[in-house]
């Protein structure tokens, strides 16, 4: 399939080792297995990241999406996770024996299911992060004249130029990339994790827990909302949170917060990460959606299928449930730090 023949792009959501959901999906959107890998006859995949963590077939996730990436079916980018798995195990240049990504028990249990099934300094591990190291960070496709945005969490421009002299030309991670974001606080640092986790807001006192049960003060921000300009609109709580003492979280103050410029213009953005309802495939804005619906925690995997429009649509969104949840499940690994 050359550019000239591709009718529309499918972007699926976070997968984190869900395999089955994964053919179940490219199944129900008209993909086929052949020669090796699935492939569609006029459209082609774009994977948001998150292939890794959390579920049961960590290894036949990787080798599948792989395959398709390098048949030429399927674009992706990095994610989160596959950031962190980079980081894991990537040696820190300033403290030796250490890491850049820190070595504790809670991040440890994020990233066991990966660690344990592909086993951890094996070949075959080396071979996966050698292989997300060429994945960008972002990417935009077109179709006619209209462009799409792929990125895991967050668009925005100033971040991006932040990152881009750190990565190669394809935006993909090198070792000084890796080495710098995960100085703490730096600008580089905070610069990716706006990109792969999101911008957050500082809830002026208020906790919730998140989907672990650990306390959090920040929530995630409606970057997309250029009118979201006080914290009780800004702020993404989940709609059923509660704070730490089990009650309901009370209402956010209406006051007032700093704008974010995220976005410099009309192209449209679709993103992974924020673990939305599994029952409300609906668009954030005309310009921007999520396709990350809680798969590992018995969610649909979704994805978008994009065909040039300007203005995304609710309507575009296709979900597929796993028929039998039960069969994939995994304890939570834990807050997504």
Request: some cysteine; charged content about 25%; hydrophobic content about 40%.
């Amino acid at each position: 399939m050359n550019q000239q023949t591709i009718k529309g792009y499918d972007v699926i959501g976070d997968v984190h080792g869900h395999v089955h959901a994964l053919e179940g999906l490219l199944c129900q959107m008209g993909y086929s297995h052949e020669h090796g890998h699935w492939r569609h006859p006029e459209r082609k995949a774009i994977f948001v990241g998150d292939l890794v963590d959390r579920g049961t077939h960590q290894i036949a996730t990787v080798q599948l999406t792989r395959a398709m990436v390098e048949a030429g079916t399927a674009l992706m980018v990095i994610g989160n996770h596959e950031y962190n798995a980079v980081a894991w195990a990537t040696p820190r240049p300033d403290f030796p024996g250490e890491f850049c990504r820190t070595h504790s028990d809670n991040k440890f249990k994020q990233h066991r299911a990966f660690l344990e099934q592909v086993v951890e300094g094996s070949a075959l591990h080396q071979e996966f992060l050698d292989w997300f190291c060429t994945l960008p960070l972002w990417l935009e496709v077109e179709l006619g004249r209209q462009k799409l945005r792929v990125v895991h969490a967050c668009w925005d421009d100033p971040s991006m130029d932040i990152l881009r002299p750190l990565l190669k030309p394809d935006l993909s991670l090198t070792r000084e990339a890796v080495e710098i974001t995960s100085i703490r606080d730096g600008a580089a640092y905070n610069a990716l994790e706006v990109v792969l986790k999101g911008p957050e807001i500082w809830l002026q006192g208020i906790a919730y827990l998140d989907h672990s049960g650990k306390a959090r003060h920040n929530a995630r921000r409606r970057w997309w909302d250029a009118e979201a300009l006080t914290l009780d609109a800004a702020a993404l709580i989940p709609r059923d949170a509660v704070g730490p003492d089990g009650q309901p979280v009370p209402p956010l103050p209406h006051i007032e917060v700093e704008p974010m410029a995220s976005r410099s213009n009309d192209i449209p953005v679709v993103v992974g990460h924020y673990w939305e309802s599994p029952d409300e495939l609906s668009v954030y804005s005309p310009l921007v959606t999520c396709v990350d619906h809680s798969l590992a925690n018995k969610g649909p995997l979704v994805a978008y299928r994009w065909s040039g429009e300007s203005r995304l649509i609710d309507a575009n969104h296709v979900a597929y449930w796993v028929p039998h949840p039960n069969a994939e499940d995994v304890p939570d690994e834990g807050p997504d730090d």
